[in-house]
C-alpha cells in the first residue's frame, strides 16, 4: 500500500500537518441500508429518481476520529457489531467509508481474513508466491524468504500439497507466515493472534512483539483486555459505531467490562453517563472499580466508586463447549462456584476466597476414588490441578447409589481474564485407574480486577512495592 492513503472523498485540512503520525482517522462513519425484503431493494433501482426510499439505515461507524503515533500500539475493544472490523478494513484499504478521511504514513500489512487470497487449487509454496506478489513482493524477494516463510508455518510436507487439502488452522499459520515476512510500517490484526494452537499463538505474540520493539506500529482489535493492556499504549472502546473512549489500556478495559458484565440497564446508564459527561471526565472520574486514572476514590454514583468490586451471578455469559468422559460408574449431576457468603457467582474477583463445589452419584462401587478440579485459561493453559489425592486425602471405598457433595476452597490469587473449570472422579477398575467421569470445561467463569493496579501474566501475587533510600558504603546493605 503507498504512503498517505486518503480513502475519503475530500480530505481534511489537519491531516496534512500531522507529520509523526503513523494513522489518522477524521469524522469517519459507515453506513449501510438494510432491506427487509429482497424486492425492496429492486424497487429502489427503479423508484429512486422519484424520491422514494426503501429500506433503514444502519450506521456501523458514526464520526470516529483519532490519531496513532508511529511506533505505537493502538487496542480496539468493543462487542460483537461495535464496529471494530469496519474500522480496521477502512484503515487497511479494503474498505471505502461513507464520510470522513482516513490517512495512513507507511506501508500496511492487514491480518483480517487470513488465507482469503489463496488460491485452493494451489499448493502452498504456488499460493506464498501468489499472495506475496499481491502484497507487492517481487518473485526474487519471495524466493529469497522463502525458507524463513517455510520455517514459520511449520506445515511440513502440506507446503506442497494444494491449499483445499488444508485445515483452517493450517492455511492460517501459512498466510500469517507471508504477513510476518511482508516489509511494513504499520501492522493491522483483527482477532489473528487467537487463533492456531497454544505454541503458535506463542509465535505469532513473538513476532508482533518484535515489530514494536524495531519501532513498528499495530492496530489490534481483540476480545482478550490483558493483551491490549500488556501491548498497547492506548486503547479505543467501540460501542454500536461510536468511539465512546479514548485512553490509557487499563482504565479503558475496565470501563469495556463493567459495560459488559453489567446487567443491561446499568450498562446503558454507563453508557449514557459518558456520552453526558464526555469521555476524559468519564476516564478520569468514572472508572468502573471505583477508582480515578491516579488510583484515588472517585465520587461516581454510577459504578458504586465508594466500593470494591464483588461477585455476582452474569446469567448472559454463555453455556461451554463441554467435553465428557469415563466409563459410566459415577455422575457428576450437579456444580457450581460460589463466593464467601455462599451466593452462586460466575462473576469473581481477583484474590477473593470462593469454593468450587459438585456434585458426584455413584452408579456402582468404586474403590481408591479420587477426587479433582483443574482451572484453565482460555488457550489451554493449566493453571492450577487440585485433587484429593494430591491434599492426601483417602477414599478407599464408596457404595453405589451413594452421592457425595465435594467442596474446593480456594482463593482466586489469578490476574483478570476468563477461566474454566474441569472436574472429575476417577478410582481403580480391574487392577488400572480409570475416570468414572470426567466433565471438561464444565463451566466459564471471568475474573475482575479488584482495583485499577494491574499485572501481567496469570498469577496474582499481592505485590506491594517500596523504593528507600541507601546511605554509606554498600557494605553496610548486604543482600546476602
Not at 429500506?55 to 468493543?78: H, M, P
Amino acid at each position: 500500500m503507498s504512503n498517505d492513503l486518503v480513502l475519503a472523498p475530500q480530505q481534511d485540512a489537519t491531516l496534512d500537518r500531522v507529520l509523526d503520525m503513523a494513522v489518522s482517522v477524521r469524522n469517519l462513519s459507515k453506513v449501510y441500508r438494510i432491506y427487509d425484503r429482497p424486492q425492496e431493494r429492486l424497487k429502489l433501482m427503479f423508484l429512486a429518481r422519484f424520491g422514494r426510499t426503501y429500506g433503514r439505515e444502519f450506521w456501523a461507524l458514526r464520526d470516529v476520529s483519532f490519531d496513532l503515533k508511529k511506533g505505537n500500539c493502538l487496542g480496539i475493544i468493543g462487542r460483537n457489531g461495535s464496529g471494530k472490523s469496519t474500522l480496521l478494513q477502512i484503515v487497511a484499504g479494503t474498505l471505502r467509508p461513507s464520510a470522513g478521511a482516513v490517512r495512513v504514513n507507511g506501508r500496511v500489512a492487514a491480518l483480517l481474513e487470513l488465507g482469503s487470497g489463496f488460491n485452493p487449487c494451489f499448493t502452498g509454496r504456488e499460493n506464498v508466491f501468489l499472495n506475496g506478489a499481491v502484497l507487492g513482493l517481487s518473485h526474487k524477494a519471495i524466493k529469497e524468504g522463502f525458507e524463513e516463510i517455510a520455517a514459520f508455518a511449520d506445515i511440513g510436507q502440506f507446503l506442497d500439497q494444494p491449499v483445499k487439502l488444508y485445515s483452517n488452522g493450517m492455511i492460517f499459520r501459512l498466510a500469517f507466515a507471508v504477513q510476518v515476512f511482508v516489509p511494513k510500517e504499520v501492522l493491522i490484526v483483527d482477532e489473528a493472534l487467537a487463533v492456531g494452537d497454544e505454541a503458535f499463538q506463542r509465535k505469532c505474540m513473538a513476532a508482533l512483539e518484535k515489530f514494536l520493539d524495531a519501532g513498528g506500529t499495530v492496530l489490534l482489535v481483540t476480545h482478550d483486555t490483558q493483551k491490549v493492556i500488556r501491548l498497547c499504549n492506548r486503547c479505543l472502546l467501540l460501542h454500536q459505531g461510536e468511539l465512546l473512549a479514548d485512553g490509557e489500556s487499563k482504565p479503558v478495559t475496565d470501563l469495556y467490562q463493567k459495560i459488559t458484565f453489567s446487567d443491561p440497564a446499568k450498562s446503558a446508564k454507563i453508557v449514557a453517563e459518558l456520552r453526558k459527561c464526555g469521555l476524559d471526565y468519564a476516564l478520569n472520574h468514572f472508572q468502573p472499580n471505583g477508582y480515578g486514572r491516579n488510583g484515588t476514590s472517585s465520587n461516581d454514583s454510577f459504578v458504586h466508586s465508594k466500593s470494591l468490586p464483588s461477585a455476582f451471578f452474569d446469567p448472559r455469559i454463555p453455556k461451554t463447549s463441554e467435553v465428557t468422559y469415563g466409563n459410566g460408574d459415577a455422575e457428576i449431576i450437579d456444580y457450581g462456584m460460589h463466593d464467601a457468603d455462599g451466593r452462586h457467582v460466575n462473576i469473581l474477583v481477583v484474590g477473593e476466597p470462593y469454593t468450587w463445589t459438585y456434585v458426584v452419584r455413584f452408579h456402582r462401587d468404586a474403590y481408591d476414588v479420587n477426587f479433582g478440579m483443574m482451572i484453565k485459561t482460555i488457550d489451554g493453559l493449566e493453571v492450577v490441578g487440585i485433587s484429593s489425592q494430591l491434599q492426601r486425602l483417602s477414599f478407599d471405598f464408596i457404595k453405589a447409589a451413594t452421592i457425595r457433595k465435594v467442596s474446593f476452597a480456594i482463593r482466586l490469587n489469578v490476574t483478570p481474564e476468563t477461566y474454566f473449570l474441569n472436574s472429575g472422579v476417577d478410582g481403580i477398575v480391574n487392577g488400572e485407574r480409570t475416570f468414572l467421569q470426567r466433565r471438561v470445561d464444565i463451566c466459564m467463569v471471568r475474573v475482575l480486577a479488584k482495583d485499577s493496579k494491574s499485572l501481567s501474566g496469570i498469577a496474582f501475587v499481592e505485590p506491594e512495592i517500596s523504593v528507600e533510600e541507601l546511605e554509606g558504603p554498600l557494605e553496610q546493605h548486604p543482600m546476602r
